[in-house]
């Protein structure tokens, strides 16, 4: 599961990450609204954690404009306004949860579980990229009817590239957001680890799905 992070608070945010990841949930933060309402029309998220005081593009303007386009993503508003004025505008434009700020953390992950398991709400647990396919539930990787063992690092990698299928990703969103670096202290670890999929996972096939994208990064999907 995915989660994304809107949060202009340094600590906060630092806060909220490594809880979830400790919750065993993929988390991106960003802190301000612009940034916000990209990644979460961009890419594929199971839950939103939206702040409502953020800079360039107030909360409830992200929370807007998100609900007209993705409305089956799951949003829970953070906020240090206790006024029911402002919980009641959050919820009238589709925030599906509401939480005052300080809270409790554990109070905040049953919050969270109880979205995800919301039956309207159809959480991403497969994906597939021709005759590739990717069970996040039972954690396996096939490609036809061949099984394909992936490491810890290689299985983050791959699901990344299909959560983007058809997009090329760059070097350092890759770093970011399957190794939690900075690009400046890993060098070549990406090639390394593309290289390592491409031998399990394209190997002696005849289509080809993982792709470098000169000057770019990497892609996967059909040829181009």
């Known amino acids: 599961m995915r989660i994304l992070v809107a949060e202009d608070d340094r600590p906060v945010a630092n806060f909220l990450k490594k809880g979830l990841e400790a919750e065993h949930y993929a988390v991106d933060v960003v802190s301000d609204g612009q940034e916000a309402l990209y990644m979460a029309?961009?890419?594929?998220?199971?839950?939103?954690?939206?702040?409502?005081?953020?800079?360039?593009?107030?909360?409830?303007?992200?929370?807007?404009?998100?609900?007209?386009?993705?409305?089956?993503?799951?949003?829970?508003?953070?906020?240090?306004?206790?006024?029911?004025?402002?919980?009641?505008?959050?919820?009238?434009?589709?925030?599906?949860?509401?939480?005052?700020?300080?809270?409790?953390?554990?109070?905040?992950?049953?919050?969270?579980?109880?979205?995800?398991?919301?039956?309207?709400?159809?959480?991403?647990?497969?994906?597939?990229?021709e005759d590739l396919e990717m069970n996040l539930v039972e954690r396996t990787v096939c490609?036809?009817?061949?099984?394909?063992?992936?490491?810890?690092?290689?299985?983050?990698?791959?699901?990344?590239?299909m959560r983007n299928q058809g997009r090329a990703v760059s070097r350092p969103m890759i770093i970011e957001h399957v190794w939690n670096f900075s690009f400046d202290t890993m060098t070549n670890v990406v090639d390394v680890y593309i290289n390592y999929l491409r031998k399990k996972v394209?190997?002696?096939?005849?289509?080809?799905?993982?792709?470098?994208?000169?000057?770019?990064?990497?892609?996967?999907?059909?040829?181009?």
């Open 41 to 129: 029309e961009e890419y594929d998220y199971d839950l939103l954690l939206l702040d409502l005081v953020l800079p360039k593009m107030d909360g409830l303007q992200v929370l807007g404009q998100i609900r007209s386009r993705k409305k089956n993503l799951p949003v829970l508003v953070l906020t240090g306004r206790a006024r029911v004025e402002d919980r009641v505008r959050g919820l009238d434009l589709g925030a599906d949860d509401y939480m005052v700020k300080p809270f409790a953390f554990r109070e905040l992950a049953a919050r969270v579980r109880a979205l995800l398991r919301r039956g309207d709400v159809p959480a991403v647990f497969r994906f597939q990229v």
């Open 143 to 161: 490609r036809g009817e061949r099984k394909i063992e992936l490491t810890p690092k290689e299985f983050a990698l791959l699901e990344y590239l």
């Open 202 to 224: 394209d190997g002696e096939e005849t289509l080809k799905l993982i792709h470098t994208v000169r000057g770019v990064g990497y892609r996967i999907g059909k040829p181009q």
